[in-house]
């Protein structure tokens, strides 16, 4: 039992996670395998996107690494902490602020994060926080609700959390999940 | 970790599915702060560049003016209606001000419930000022005046540079840019506690303008300083400026506050404002001012000048010499407009240098394509009156028109030049990230200083730090040049609810900086972060949204250079180039699109003649107006708005009708339009509907639709719309 017990949560804690279907175990990424599907119209509306979080003095159209996984977001896609550390090569903590991306190396990144397969639908997640229904009558405690985004899989901070579930709560604390879904997919 | 408690397998299946709901929603959450964090930058963006346009417009039309005094003779009607606010250092007594200003006459009914003040002012009336406001009284025109004559009185003590000292325990809090924003300085108040013999204040200028209680914080300020003249300290700020406050909005609240006495109180102001002290140090370690600095800065010189003659820093102080004006007209008598360039050049490149391109964003025009602006019928008038102006100039000493502001001091232009750019540098410069300094074409004044100009100024006057305002920072402060300069902005929730924080610094005698951030608005608290960003979204997207339908026959112009064929249709690619061609904000049109443009169409193609539909704003019977001219009407507002109050010469809120039609003739010139004097007549028929031959600029405006009641961001800051592209676009090249 003991030794279950340890093995089932630790392969959803390692990088490469394995409830993702598209995550091949390759060690790395390499960003000249990949082919640019993009069409000019949407290569330029990645440019304007590139160019609001370029904050280099010159304007050298060069992001951080550390805004390159705000940026594919800010484009539409939707990927985990894990998948923008895999196609960065895997920095070190002290590079994400250092180290510079510039729009070239940015495409295949992004290319790759676009085909990977979206498994985020309306359902995943209210079957996902169903889990945490205790009463099966729709809703979950806030309460728990927070903990288990604060300590499970790619933990958010307290403040995160704090500005996710702003306003939610109802006055016992509970959170109707559907609408809560609906809520975060809106934005 | 949570999960892994029990030890049955249903759990432990049941925490994988945990763990992937918690992945899920931990990503979608990561894309939800992206995505508003890409919005509020945007629209950050969209505030400040239009903001910024609107500052360089205003000195552009200042300079503009200048051009026209410059060159009209002094009979010509459109001289006379803007000659007043030239006439700066009047030859004039002090008695005869104190007389002027005199409040002795001026009776407070018994009705009036607000404060009512005894001189010398004592502390417990400074907080009872503080108080009245909070619950929204207001003071009474006569103890306006006898405050703000006392005040100029303790200012003319004061040097140019204040030295202050922590002296043992004191801590000295440096506030920055207010803008009429009351609710702030009640914050400060509240949270750090008022001015007093152990609390010393620093305030670092643009108490007014924009904002709706400017004149309340003035009281306030200058209260406590007469109070507490050791410790309360005010630096003055590019917007305590009268030629500034006829754009931004003091001017008017000050009229509409004070209908009797508003002109007495604004005449006033505008010899406090030249007195203000330009800068702060303390323990001679710091500098606070306003603006900034560049690469020719020197303290010294700051000091030692005399900072009263410079009452509006847009213009020089007239100290012109009489025959090298002459001299220059005369030698280039025969030749073109051109050389009125180099005169002007001489004398008002520094507040509108030549384009060195470093932001291409702006495009930028000398004052040289006013020349090239005026063509037709105007040109031969000024090259009359030019040549006119240059036989009159001979020889003799031409007393009237160069009059009012001849100073009897004979001072070396080319020293008052120097001070001159000292001063401006002071108040109208911002920081950059590159070395160097370079003119601040943005904001049409000042420079940009590079981190390297800090370090060099800092040695050279032996300081360590530079406190700064000027320009609003999202938390309210920002450090920059390596921590060597801090930017301080005060007013919270400057482009609207939720925009931003303000902040306030407290130094002890360590002169470590200790920040404080705050929010003021009630209405913010509330608001969670997705709601205050969207909120200041609808603002800015409306604003830029009137900003393209102002533009739409330029916007038509250049849709139809990529529409050969006339299909009324254009690609996305050549929406958004053609756009941002007409409107220079360097905005990021591609991304706004889908929020600007809410028609669907067919394959990626824009129907632009159906987007005008969209975007149409809907005024009130104007349909006898002429819709090209009621359009540069809407683009020109602010511009419309100012001209107008320049001519309104008692500040009375009202204009001649004959006024009207002059002012018209000048606007004509100055925006390159034709406007016939029929034309004229139905803009004029339209407002003064009961014919007694006045026109009410509130109402014309109003009546245009040029200003909007409803909207919070125009209520305080309708001034701010116009952009400088309205003006300079009407020429074909920029590069001249």
């Given amino acids: 039992m003991a030794p279950k017990k340890k093995e089932e949560p630790k392969p959803a804690a390692a990088p490469p996670k394995p409830p993702e279907p598209e995550r091949p175990k390759t060690p790395e990424f390499d960003p000249t395998t990949i082919t640019l599907e993009f069409t000019p119209e949407q290569i330029e509306d990645f440019k304007d996107a590139f160019q609001l979080f370029d904050r280099t003095p010159a304007n050298e159209m060069k992001i951080t690494y550390a805004q390159c996984g705000d940026l594919i977001r800010a484009l539409g896609q939707n990927p985990t902490q894990a998948e923008i550390m895999h196609v960065l090569g895997k920095p070190k903590a002290e590079d994400m602020q250092t180290k510079m991306l510039d729009f070239d190396q940015f495409l295949p990144i992004h290319q790759h994060i676009c085909k990977a397969k979206d498994c985020g639908t309306f359902e995943d997640f209210v079957e996902g926080l169903r889990v945490f229904d205790k009463e099966g009558n729709g809703t979950v405690m806030g309460a728990e609700l927070r903990h288990v985004l604060a300590t499970l899989g790619e933990k958010l901070r307290e403040d995160e959390v704090e500005q996710l579930m702003q306003n939610q709560e109802d006055a016992n604390g509970c959170i109707n999940y559907e609408a809560f879904v609906k809520h975060i997919m809106a934005s | 970790m949570g999960c892994g408690v029990t030890k049955s397998n249903q759990f432990n299946k049941h925490s994988r599915k945990a763990i992937r709901a918690a992945v899920l929603i931990q990503r979608w959450y990561r894309q939800y702060v992206a995505r508003t964090e890409m919005r509020r930058r945007y629209t950050w963006h969209i505030f400040q560049s239009i903001e910024y346009s609107g500052e360089q417009a205003q000195i552009k039309l200042y300079n503009f003016l200048g051009y026209l005094m410059d060159n009209f003779t002094p009979s010509s009607n459109e001289r006379n209606l803007i000659s ?63 405050l703000l004559l006392e005040t100029w009185r303790q200012l003319r003590m004061l040097p140019n540079i204040s030295r202050i000292s922590t002296c043992q325990s004191k801590e000295i809090t440096i506030c920055g840019d207010l803008h009429g924003q009351l609710e702030d300085l009640l914050l400060i108040f509240y949270k750090n506690g008022m001015p007093s013999l152990e609390k010393p204040y620093v305030f670092n200028g643009d108490f007014v303008d924009r904002g709706k209680d400017s004149i309340e914080i003035l009281i306030i300020l200058f209260s406590f300083l007469l109070v507490y003249p050791s410790e309360v300290h005010l630096n003055r700020g590019n917007h305590e400026d009268h030629i500034v406050n006829l754009r931004y909005g003091f001017t008017k609240e000050v009229l509409t506050k004070y209908k009797m006495h508003g002109k007495r109180i604004l005449k006033l102001l505008q010899k406090i404002f030249s007195w203000l002290p330009l800068a702060t140090v303390i323990d001679q370690k710091v500098l606070v001012l306003h603006g900034g600095i560049s690469d020719i800065t020197d303290l010294s010189i700051l000091a030692r000048l005399d900072r009263h003659n410079y009452v509006s820093a847009l213009r020089p102080p007239k100290k012109r010499h009489q025959s090298s004006a002459g001299a220059s007209i005369d030698s280039d008598f025969d030749e073109d407009v051109l050389s009125t360039n180099k005169l002007l050049q001489r004398r008002i490149s520094l507040t509108y240098p030549k384009p060195l391109g470093t932001r291409e964003s702006f495009q930028n025009r000398s004052l040289q394509d006013f020349s090239n602006r005026i063509k037709g019928k105007a040109v031969d008038e000024i090259e009359i009156h030019k040549r006119k102006l240059a036989i009159l100039n001979m020889g003799t000493n031409s007393s009237e028109g160069m009059t009012q502001s001849v100073s009897s001091e004979s001072i070396n232009s080319d020293n008052a030049k120097d001070e001159w750019k000292q001063i401006l540098d002071l108040l109208w410069s911002d920081p950059m990230i590159q070395d160097g300094c370079t003119p601040n074409e943005v904001r049409g004044g000042g420079c940009y200083w590079g981190p390297d100009v800090t370090e060099d100024f800092l040695n050279r006057h032996n300081l360590q730090l530079i406190i700064r305002s000027h320009e609003c920072k999202q938390d309210g402060y920002e450090f920059c040049h390596n921590r060597k300069v801090l930017t301080l902005f005060s007013a919270s929730n400057y482009y609207d609810v939720g925009s931003n924080r303000g902040a306030y610094v407290k130094l002890g005698p360590d002169l470590v900086p200790y920040l404080v951030q705050y929010q003021a608005s009630s209405m913010t608290r509330e608001l969670t972060v997705k709601q205050s960003v969207g909120r200041t979204e609808r603002s800015a997207l409306k604003v830029l949204r009137e900003q393209l339908f102002a533009h739409k026959s330029d916007l038509i112009c250049a849709f139809k250079k990529f529409d050969s064929e006339n299909t009324g249709l254009v690609s996305l690619n050549n929406w958004a180039s053609a756009v941002e061609s007409v409107m220079y904000l360097g905005v990021p049109w591609r991304m706004l699109r889908g929020q600007l443009v809410t028609s669907k169409s067919t394959d990626g193609m824009i129907d632009y003649l159906e987007w005008f539909n969209e975007l149409a704003i809907k005024g009130p019977n104007t349909d006898h107006i002429d819709q090209s001219l009621l359009e540069t009407l809407y683009r020109h507002r602010s511009t419309v708005e100012t001209i107008f109050r320049i001519v309104d010469t008692d500040n009375s809120g009202f204009i001649t009708i004959e006024d009207f039609r002059q002012t018209w003739k000048l606007l004509s010139v100055y925006l390159k339009m034709e406007i016939t004097d029929e034309a004229i007549s139905d803009l004029a028929v339209t407002i003064d509907s009961n014919q007694d031959g006045s026109i009410d600029i509130d109402e014309f405006m109003e009546a245009f639709r040029l200003t909007d009641k409803k909207s919070r961001l125009e209520r305080g800051r309708s001034m701010f719309m116009g952009t400088v592209n309205d003006l300079t676009k009407l020429e074909g090249d920029p590069n001249i």
């Fill in chain 2, 84 to 146: 007043h606010i030239f006439r700066e250092n009047e030859v004039c007594q002090d008695a005869e001000w104190e007389r002027y200003f005199c409040y002795k006459n001026i009776e407070v009914p018994e009705i009036y419930s607000g404060p009512h003040l005894t001189f010398p002012l004592t502390v417990e009336q400074a907080v009872g000022l503080v108080e009245a406001f909070r619950n929204k009284k207001q003071l009474h025109s006569r103890y306006v005046l006898q």
